[in-house]
């Protein structure tokens, strides 16, 4: 099983509607981040969360909302989708000292018509 | 964190070494040079750092300049399965900092 998962894979969503982003991670580390990536321009950081209790918002947090269920748990949610949210999503974690940095997972991809 | 510049693409034959670069000139002296790659559409990788030593592993070399200003990422005989997009990030280790990635070097590796 992947250290980072992340469901569902690919999502096709309608304008308006509602959609959560899941995260989980057995790696045991305490920080977890979302991340957005859309052609051509990186990637970008929309909350992040150093434990169950923290959360923090990124460079692009506008039209998202997280949820940090548990330490190994960190959900990403559009409260209504617009077209331009259709991205690569990437959720991250990290231990608190990080000196190797994050582990990714694989991705979701949201299209929103 | 210190702002990084990198071409935006790159080819290299395959067997060959390819040098990556990156100019971080803004670089403070606790912050540390990473280098992440995305292959396809997949999580970025991990894939060395260094503060001013060169660094190597079983992946890549990094080569520090003495002033720390730029630093160049070396896959010593590249394969296609190097073509990827890289990114060079510089971030302050200590304070946890999150990562900001840039848009990368495509790297193309050409049989």
């Known amino acids: 099983d992947a250290d980072v998962t992340q469901t569902p894979r690919n999502r096709i969503t309608k304008t308006g509607k509602r959609i959560m982003l899941e995260c989980s991670q057995t790696k045991g580390h305490d920080r977890m981040y979302w991340y957005r990536q859309d052609p051509g321009l990186g990637l970008r950081l929309i909350y992040y969360?150093?434990?169950?209790?923290?959360?923090n918002k990124g460079e692009i947090s506008d039209g998202y909302s997280v949820s940090r269920q548990a330490q190994a748990k960190f959900s990403l949610s559009l409260e209504s989708a617009i077209p331009n949210q259709t991205a690569l999503y990437f959720c991250a974690t990290s231990p608190s000292w990080d000196p190797y940095g994050y582990t990714f997972g694989s991705g979701t991809r949201l299209t929103v018509v | 964190d210190a702002k990084t510049t990198q071409p935006p693409s790159m080819d290299c034959a395959e067997g060959r070494a390819a040098n990556l670069p990156c100019n971080h000139s803004t670089i403070s002296g606790n912050e540390y040079v990473y280098w992440y790659r995305q292959i396809h559409s997949q999580g970025p990788q991990y894939i060395i750092h260094g503060l001013k030593n060169n660094e190597t592993n079983e992946m890549a070399s990094l080569i520090i300049t003495e002033d720390r200003k730029s630093s160049t990422l070396i896959l010593p005989h590249a394969t296609l399965r190097d073509t990827a997009v890289y990114y060079c990030?510089?971030?302050?280790?200590?304070?946890?900092?999150?990562?900001?990635f840039g848009t990368g070097t495509s790297l193309t590796v050409i049989p």
């Open positions: 969360s150093f434990d169950v209790k923290d959360i």
């Open positions: 990030i510089v971030r302050v280790v200590s304070t946890g900092n999150q990562f900001y």
